[in-house]
């Protein structure tokens, strides 16, 4: 730091702000920073967060300083736990002098799979997000995100049809407000509910495995929200959720999608 | 309509369900259409719609019948207004039977506009979306959404510098309940707050005045949401607001960003 | 035109350059406009292309004027047809007083088609892509692109498994030279090679037709670019082509990919 | 592996073709992988490959292994090295019994920068690109992909306004056939000729360097590609190169872009 040339420049975001209007949000967004997530058991994955970091502003003031949120990611720890991005939140608050804080970081995440007959393993991406909302001292919420890969097989096709069924690649997700729950349990939870869960790597018997197991398991993507709105509604460390399925249909150019919440409403953030 | 087969296939959608839960949104979704929007002047606009339908499903019933959303679609007259988007959400609940639906409709938006020396005129695209919320008869509220491409030019570097201020492209959005407002005064709106706005075609006296225009104007993001909301605020056509400005630095490889809603607290849908 | 101020902004564009190295191709890009196809039945279709409109630059000419980019555009006629993108590149070449252009612009198009059974008629999108080049006076090549939805089912898990087999949407890429030929043509010859092909809007019978059709015509991506390849060598429109089928497999969160070309080897341009 | 079943389940893809045509590339595409890229330090990156794995397929053979594409992925070495690509494109020639294979690895990659006042560190974000095409036993080519953020400032508007020029985010491409040259020595050379470099982090003596070091720099995007044409034919470890800016025109909502490469002709693959 060039200490002596600050004390000659001016400081245009502390500035008064004559328009008094607060701000819910205001930060940095897109910013992409290599990570290591520690996994359920305890391994690292390399990956990469999108990071959207955010605070309150009052009336009266004329901007935030956008560096400080910078210098924050600067000083993560190599590897993170999801516990660690509720720290960064109170850590981004207090840095940054606010009473609301916001931080949300997107990032590919890999599970290990054992196919189901071979038992050949291999990691499967997904999607996962985790929204750290913070006001005041005390109160903190965190929400977990996951978009899941899976097979879904249609029942009215399987009905009607001598034989087949169409049946495509769907992508199902889960927003939950939870404490120490794990990204493995989440996933795993909602692939049971699939027609089938997908796999990095099959070998034939897998293939014919997943192929007969999707066929005996038909479910439209109602029978797919509900389905995962149970087993998420019977966890006992889940709290609200919101689920989506969308069935890329192999049969049209568009998807069929159904969104099922507990109340109250959805709401993109928290 | 191949009638007669259609009494021996069986209607696996219809069946009652037994898990009793309601679905909130289920229908069809990435379903783009050609369409030609009238603008203000009453002229067609050549685009297309990228359309998600969505109807609420009743506990007991296994499936609503994702054709029926299409076929609306294929009913849709050949130019459209605004308002025949709230009236294609109440069709479709209609056709559905359905007590709730949502129509969110999605396409870029071409606006002529004139350079504001040499007075040469172009397109701007601008990508717009309108949401339809429908419940119950009477009920219905409609959403207007709208991005605005717009030059920022960052205050703090114009102060600290002898020369020069970066400057860079930004992504203004709107999200508004509005009854009968256009989009050509919505996006007129907001431009006024930019430091500049942005045109299709400029020639060299065009580029002088932006140039000039946005150096004499400078705003962080943080003006930009506040100056906007107060312009919004002071419209008679314009209830409840949600404003964002996304200002892709020309320093960074990351965005500013800041968010602004009237109370009460925003929601991606309605 | 504010024509007396022109004569006093210098023209920084038409400065010598002393670097001395020619670029092949200098302009615009990223520019969305409204317009209307014509298509094989003479009826409009309304899209938005995705211009890219680029000149080649001598060595000794510091730069292009990107604005006569933008007023050729604004001079196209309300209507195209696929002919009238040669006219424009010709015109930007004229225009920009260049020795070779191309022209790049892609839009969504959109056919009607006819439900296998029931008849139902419905639009289904495509994206196409009009790539021409041109190069001194009188040589001109014009390469079409076009992307096609469609099913496509495993012949392996068809053949190991005793019911079912697992299918998936597919994206079928064909880029041809040629003069004179339809979309609508191109877009059935790739089709007819599919498992099957898809349609916006199915009836019942529809769905029970489509899902037999693509179990009894299983196909591997090596199947559906060798089937493609093979229609389009056949055709006495087409000359040399290229051809890609990617399976968006319903049992991987991967695709499995083929790529096909007539000798020489492939340029994404010409 | 669940050897014994191997033997009853048939291997169609090893069926005799009676087709004969060879298709150029067959595989897997779109599969995302963590990995930990080595940098010039010496220190892992965190990362994710998203690969594409082809072979060329004799004409007489009816499809390919596709899961042993995967097994490939998941024998990778934890800390991978850009030769390592290499390796992995000969071992999956042989694996796959294919006389020609090609790799293609995206990936994001960040570099340690220092800000050019302050010399606070601060990571940025690059994306990376390596393809490895090889043929036969002897012989393979190495094309590395590196996408740099930058600002460029306009010369023209800098020239016909009294104050100010508009300047934007761009993006610079290169990609090149080199052994042994670094991502960091890379992004170095062409950042050297960007109007500035830019920064994940600045504090204000940073940004009213780079504020000032832009406008006393402009660049058009033909300066832009010419001068990274001259550093990378005058570069030891560099033979073919291609190059293309693209500025986000802060002015308008579409690029300015530039493309030049050494002859011969350019192709997207290699």
Same mark, same amino acid.
Request: proline fraction near 6%.
């Given at each position: 730091?060039?200490?002596?040339?600050?004390?000659?420049?001016?400081?245009?975001?502390?500035?008064?702000?004559?328009?008094?209007?607060?701000?819910?949000?205001?930060?940095?967004?897109?910013?992409?920073?290599?990570?290591?997530?520690?996994?359920?058991?305890?391994?690292?994955?390399?990956?990469?967060?999108?990071?959207?970091?955010?605070?309150?502003?009052?009336?009266?003031?004329?901007?935030? #300083?956008?560096? +400080?949120?910078?210098?924050?990611?600067?000083?993560?720890?190599?590897? $993170?736990? !999801? *516990?660690?991005? /509720? &720290? %960064?939140?109170?850590?981004?608050?207090?840095?940054?002098?606010?009473?609301?804080?916001?931080?949300?970081?997107?990032?590919?995440?890999?599970?290990?799979?054992?196919?189901?007959?071979?038992?050949?393993?291999?990691?499967?991406?997904?999607?996962?997000?985790?929204?750290?909302?913070?006001?005041?001292?005390?109160?903190?919420?965190?929400?977990?995100?996951?978009?899941?890969?899976?097979?879904?097989?249609?029942?009215?096709?399987?009905?009607?049809?001598?034989?087949?069924? #169409?049946?495509? +690649?769907?992508?199902?997700?889960?927003?939950?407000?939870?404490?120490? $729950?794990? !990204? *493995?349990?989440? /996933? &795993? %939870?909602?692939?049971?509910?699939?027609?089938?869960?997908?796999?990095?790597?099959?070998?034939?018997?897998?293939?014919?495995?997943?192929?007969?197991?999707?066929?005996?398991?038909?479910?439209?993507?109602?029978?797919?929200?509900?389905?995962?709105?149970?087993?998420?509604?019977?966890?006992?460390?889940?709290?609200?959720?919101?689920?989506?399925?969308?069935?890329?249909?192999?049969?049209?150019?568009?998807?069929?999608?159904?969104?099922?919440?507990?109340?109250?409403?959805?709401?993109?953030?928290?």
């Amino acid at each position: 730091m060039n200490a002596p040339e600050r004390f000659f420049l001016p400081d245009t975001q502390s500035e008064t702000d004559p328009r008094n209007l607060p701000i819910q949000r205001v930060g940095v967004k897109g910013l992409r920073y290599p990570m290591r997530v520690v996994n359920a058991a305890g391994d690292d994955i390399a990956t990469i967060g999108t990071f959207s970091m955010t605070v309150g502003l009052p009336g009266d003031q004329k901007g935030t #300083h956008m560096s +400080r949120f910078v210098e924050l990611l600067e000083a993560l720890p190599p590897r $993170l736990r !999801l *516990e660690d991005f /509720a &720290a %960064l939140e109170a850590a981004m608050r207090k840095r940054l002098g606010a009473d609301s804080g916001r931080l949300d970081v997107a990032f590919p995440y890999f599970i290990r799979k054992s196919a189901p007959v071979s038992g050949v393993a291999s990691l499967l991406d997904y999607d996962a997000r985790v929204i750290v909302e913070g006001k005041h001292e005390h109160s903190q919420r965190t929400q977990l995100h996951l978009t899941i890969a899976a097979t879904s097989l249609c029942p009215c096709s399987k009905n009607i049809s001598e034989y087949g069924a #169409h049946n495509q +690649r769907s992508h199902l997700t889960v927003r939950v407000e939870t404490a120490g $729950l794990q !990204l *493995e349990a989440l /996933a &795993a %939870l909602v692939e049971a509910q699939a027609s089938c869960e997908v796999f990095g790597l099959l070998k034939r018997p897998d293939e014919k495995y997943v192929t007969e197991r999707a066929y005996d398991n038909p479910k439209f993507v109602e029978d797919l929200v509900r389905d995962i709105a149970l087993a998420l509604a019977a966890h006992p460390q889940i709290g609200h959720y919101h689920v989506t399925a969308e069935n890329f249909e192999s049969i049209h150019n568009h998807s069929a999608f159904a969104e099922l919440w507990s109340e109250p409403a959805p709401n993109e953030g928290i």
